[in-house]
């Protein structure tokens, strides 16, 4: 059907075929040519929509990638000309299109999204507009718009495969599994031979499959997948096989799922699922609570497993998660001692799994010091005398270092740690488990730069092992040595890149969060926010990443996999990396609301030198990439520079608490289960005034954990800022938004006299031996009740360093960093620095409690160690 | 530790351990061309915390010459978890699922010239043989040697 052109658009000949040469010559990259043609076409009619957005685009494609300084302003001179296009000619199809791509290609999906859909309204069967359109609906989550433009494409190319299924996967997607298998049904009875490769087709069949088990139609998934199996279309083996179990149990068929199972095991004994899945079927499940009876049922059929595949492990771990008292004692020194004399580096990390049990973390204690005591003694740990070899007791006293400090240790003993792995060098003076055994045992008792030199070791003894290397890089931020770290970091990183640049170009979330968080403590709040921020733009880029899928796994066929990209993209933020670094973040943008001073800089001696160093290493990069320019013609022509390299723009924001909403929003959406992101929440709220959503965020708190202790902090903090309707200064309806809180408080917090509720809250009876955790809330709730009280509360922050309460440094840390914050001017030094004297007594290798005096004497003692053992080895 | 299939919950933890322990390193997106292409090559080994500590990412060869073949892109086992014989079971799982999905004939990898750990891992316990030598193959100028393993057909009944 063809439309007369309307007059704004309609050329004379001469135009109309210049016109069709510039569409020629972008889509053949001749973008000079291109913009040539334009200009001449725009001499003669300056406001002809079609050829500014022609213009627009042949403009944007010819821009250098990276984008370099003098491109700047012709990519803002393309985006431009994209809107003013649409203006001049809001009818056509070709401007809102290139609207729509310029915004693609800024990742902006949900304007793309617009624009493509107003471009088909233009031009509604352009397949090309149909297709963006497909992948922009889906990836902006609108299903159902995604499964209307699916169906117009079907109509449009029945004869495809890619139609059918695609339009399969779009009802899935839209909740519709009903409809998914139909329009499966609809393509098996119009294309019969389709041309799909066998893997191809096992994709397809087995994902119909999945869409049946969804859909509690196992009856007829089971069919589907003995007819594939039967046509050969169908590997009997792995996940495939998986499949089959599954809905074997759920139909009850309980001796073919076990059959299947037993299969499954055969194939691989190392997965734990499929154990889970044959004792299911047998009617016993694992995942909740285990009775007795279904206890010695499941300690049964793993023992006969473990005999069945001696060579896996998992039968016999997966027996010490179920075995109790006696029994567990029994299984638990078998697989100790296997580990020990297999020389298993990972025999703790992988026993330690059972220490959320207290008696089962004693247990383990009893066995290994038992080992131990018989090794020295007898030199044997067998009955029948033969002796073993002397590699066992050094792993022994490896294991046992690592048990005696690990955090959950009810009485942890770091010396007693450092002295075993001590004995354990004597043996083997070469081995790099031990030394970075001594290091994690200095990090928790609080000995960052002690920690980080051991590590310095091990790394030492292998300088090939990027293990190592990395572990040293980290101890050394822990110690707040950050350009030392970033040296170790470039022995495995891009010659020509800096490391910080490489790291985070190959999206190296440890490292931007550990790095962050040396800045942080350090005092560089504006480093640390620039690491934080880089963390969060990795996340962006792991969900910009998906759009390409939505087009490539139709055509790949590999529909199962696509599905869970897609719901594992949807919770992608709750992710741990995400997570830290996001509350991390937070956490500064806080601070510089309460304290906007602090993005002034003060820097000390050592950190304007670093400044300086750099600034003229940033100089050097410049100068560097300008040369680099030069060799590729591109003269003075370098590629846009960071324009926050200190992080100062970051952290002198006007909007700290929007800055933090933006943050935490995800969290809000993916990780509502975690009691942090509401916390962090009320954090922001509260100080935004919006106090019934801070409101919100403790009732949500409080429904996953009514005991937390920072919640309790927070419930009295709400108390005091709300404590009547003049304080909820706002919008006018402060009286109801009282009115809602008087409503609501009272479940969260006692109308008892808020002294004895915050006293009570130690005394309370479901937790026994008290928690640091809890010490430091109470003390911090006196003061929310009565400023003034410092006394009260440095009387209660005493108990921290008491015999009985564990020793949590890092608790111990933030109390002393409270409490100097809070008797800031006034003359409590004295009980700041009793307070200082008795956590430095109670945790004897933690330096957060030592004067600056005894850390540089400390310092410096390592440092000449350390040169001297360097000396002795380059002898 | 579990053996499994990776899934696409895996990838970060796939890429987590690739960038603590090896020098060859991927963006994200590249995991993904490979659990989106071939969903059922690629294993991870988890520890109880539910943390990856080992995996092999493993595709097909794109443009077979005849026979299809499989290819190790990546493989690796965080030093703390060695010595459980975790990159064997890796390796097995991985090339099972290449005969049985893609009926694939045989399986090669690149290792390091250098590397001697890993080819005696490759050649004296996964059965491996050098096939080729690759000049300058690594971004740093170091030399590859192209490793193959012919898989058994099996017998004909």
Redesign the interface.
């Known amino acids: 059907m063809a439309a007369t052109i309307p007059k704004h658009r309609a050329l004379p000949d001469k135009e109309n075929k210049l016109f069709r040469e510039l569409l020629m010559q972008y889509e053949m990259k001749q973008y000079k040519k291109g913009i040539k043609a334009a200009d001449t076409i725009l001499k003669k009619f300056p406001n002809h929509g079609e050829t500014l957005a022609l213009k627009a685009l042949t403009l944007h494609a010819s821009l250098p990638e990276p984008l370099t300084v003098s491109a700047v302003p012709k990519k803002e001179e393309s985006e431009a000309m994209a809107r003013l296009a649409v203006k001049k000619d809001i009818t056509s199809h070709i401007t809102w299109h290139v609207l729509g791509i310029l915004a693609k290609s800024r990742k902006d999906w949900d304007e793309a999204s617009r624009a493509f859909a107003m471009a088909r309204k233009q031009d509604s069967d352009n397949i090309p507009l149909i297709r963006d359109s497909i992948s922009l609906f889906t990836h902006t989550r609108q299903y159902s718009a995604a499964v209307a433009a699916r169906h117009h494409y079907l109509l449009l190319r029945p004869q495809i495969r890619a139609s059918w299924l695609g339009l399969m996967i779009a009802h899935q997607l839209n909740g519709d599994l009903e409809e998914a298998l139909e329009v499966y049904n609809g393509y098996l009875s119009t294309l019969q031979k389709d041309g799909a490769t ?2 191809e087709k ?2 397809v069949l087995l994902h119909v499959i999945k869409i049946c088990i969804e859909a509690g139609k196992d009856q007829e998934g089971l069919d589907k997948l003995r007819q594939g199996v039967r046509d050969g279309v169908i ?1 009997p ?4 096989l998986t499949l089959p179990a599954q809905m074997l149990t759920n139909l009850g068929r309980q001796e073919e799922a076990l059959q299947t199972y037993q299969e499954l095991l055969e ?2 004994p ?4 499929y154990y889970r899945g044959y004792l299911k079927s047998k009617g016993i499940d694992m995942t909740g609570e285990i009775t007795a009876d279904s206890r010695e049922k499941i300690l049964e059929t793993l023992s006969s497993f473990a005999e069945t595949f001696p ?1 896996s ?2 039968p016999k ?1 997966l027996a010490l998660d179920v075995a109790e008292g006696d029994k567990f004692a029994e299984l638990a020194r078998a697989y100790i001692v296997k580990g020990l004399e ?5 025999l703790f ?2 026993v330690k ?1 059972v220490y959320s049990d207290s008696a089962k973390l004693n247990a383990v204690g009893e066995i290994v010091e038992e080992i131990v005591s018989k090794l020295e003694k007898e030199k044997s740990l067998n009955d029948d005398g033969s002796i073993s070899p002397p590699t066992v007791l050094l792993w022994a006293y490896y294991y046992l270092a690592l048990h005696l400090s690990h955090p959950l240790h009810p009485n942890p003993s770091h010396t007693r740690s450092l002295k075993l792995l001590d004995l354990a060098l004597a043996h083997t003076p070469t081995l790099p ?1 031990l030394y ?1 055994a001594k290091a994690m045992v200095l990090k928790r008792a609080g000995d960052a730069l002690g920690a980080a030199y051991e590590m310095e070791k091990a790394r030492l003894l292998d300088g090939q ?4 290397n ?1 572990k040293a890089a980290k101890y050394w931020l822990r110690a707040g040595e950050i350009t030392k770290a970033e040296e170790l970091l470039a022995m ?1 990183t ?2 020509d890149l800096t490391p910080v640049q490489d ?1 985070t ?6 490292f931007l969060q550990e790095e962050g968080d040396a800045y942080k403590r350090n005092g560089n709040l504006a480093m640390a926010l620039k690491r934080y921020q880089a963390l969060a733009k990795v996340f962006q ?2 969900e910009d ?2 759009y390409d ?1 939505h087009t ?2 139709m055509r ?1 066929m ?1 529909f ?3 599905i ?2 897609m719901r ?1 993209e949807d919770q992608l933020r709750s ?1 741990p ?1 995400y997570f830290k670094g996001a509350l991390s973040g937070i956490e500064i943008y806080l601070n510089v609301h309460d304290d906007p001073s602090i993005t002034e800089e003060k820097l000390s001696a050592e950190d304007e030198a670093e400044r300086k160093k750099a600034a003229k290493k940033a100089q050097k990069a410049e100068q560097k990439a300008k040369k680099a320019a030069a060799a590729t013609g591109d003269k003075n022509d370098p590629v846009v520079p960071d324009e926050d390299p200190t992080g100062m723009k970051l952290l002198k924001t006007e909007t700290p608490l929007d800055d933090a909403l933006r943050l935490w929003k995800p969290l809000e959406r993916l990780a509502g289960q975690r009691i942090e992101t509401w916390l962090a929440g009320y954090e922001i709220y509260s100080r935004k005034k919006l106090y019934l959503a801070a409101l919100r965020c403790l009732n949500n708190a409080h429904a996953l954990s009514p005991h937390n202790a920072d919640l309790h902090v927070q419930l009295l903090n709400f108390k005091r800022l709300t404590s009547d309707a003049l304080s909820i200064s706002g919008n006018g309806n402060e009286a109801q938004i009282k009115q809602v809180i008087d409503a609501q408080l009272p479940a969260l917090l006692p109308s008892e006299s808020l002294q004895q509720y915050n006293d009570s809250f130690l005394a309370r009876g479901d937790v026994t031996p008290t928690s640091p955790e809890e010490i430091f809330a109470v003390a911090r709730g006196k003061l929310e009740i009565e400023p003034k009280d410092i006394e009260g509360a440095v009387s209660v922050l005493s108990k921290l360093g008491d015999e009985g309460v564990p020793p949590s440094i890092e608790i111990m840390g933030k109390a002393l960093k409270y409490i100097q914050r809070h008797v800031a001017g006034q003359d409590a030094d004295g009980a700041v620095e009793s307070l200082r004297s008795k956590f430095a007594g109670r945790s004897r290798l933690a330096s957060v409690f030592k004067s600056a005096e005894e850390k540089q004497a400390y310092r410096e003692r390592l440092e000449k160690v350390a040169a001297e053992e360097n000396g002795v080895g380059e002898a | ?5 990776a ?3 895996d990838l ?1 933890g796939m ?2 351990a690739n ?5 060859e ?5 590249y995991y ?1 061309y490979h ?3 071939w ?2 090559l690629s294993y991870v ?1 988890v ?3 539910g943390r990856v ?1 080992g995996y092999i990412l493993a595709k097909m060869e794109e443009e077979p010459s005849d026979e299809p073949s499989g290819h190790v892109t990546s493989i690796s086992v ?8 975790l990159a064997n ?1 890796l390796m097995k ?1 991985s090339q ?2 290449m005969v ?4 694939a004939a045989f399986i090669t990898l690149h290792v390091r010239k250098s590397n001697r750990a890993a080819i005696s891992l490759y050649r004296d316990t996964l059965g491996f043989e050098v096939h080729a030598m690759e000049k300058s193959y690594y ?2 100028g170091e030399d590859a040697y192209g490793m193959r393993y012919v898989f058994k057909k099996p017998t004909p009944a």
């Open positions: 066998g893997p096992s994709q590997s083996r792995a996940d495939d194939q691989n190392d997965n734990l699922e060579r492990s998992a771990r297999r020389g298993v580096p990972s990390v992988d799994g488990e970075m092992d990027r293990f190592l990395g495995f891009k010659k790291l170009d190959l999206q190296c979330l440890w880029e792991y990443d998906q899928f490539y796994c790949r590999t199962s996999a696509y869970s990209l594992y992710h990396g | 530790m579990d053996i499994r299939q899934t696409i919950d970060l890429q987590n960038l603590l322990n090896l020098p390193n991927y963006t994200f997106k993904l659990a989106l292409t969903p059922e080994a520890d109880p915390q500590v965080l030093r703390p978890y060695r010595r459980l014989g079971k799982q099972e699922a049985a999905h893609y009926n971004a740093d």
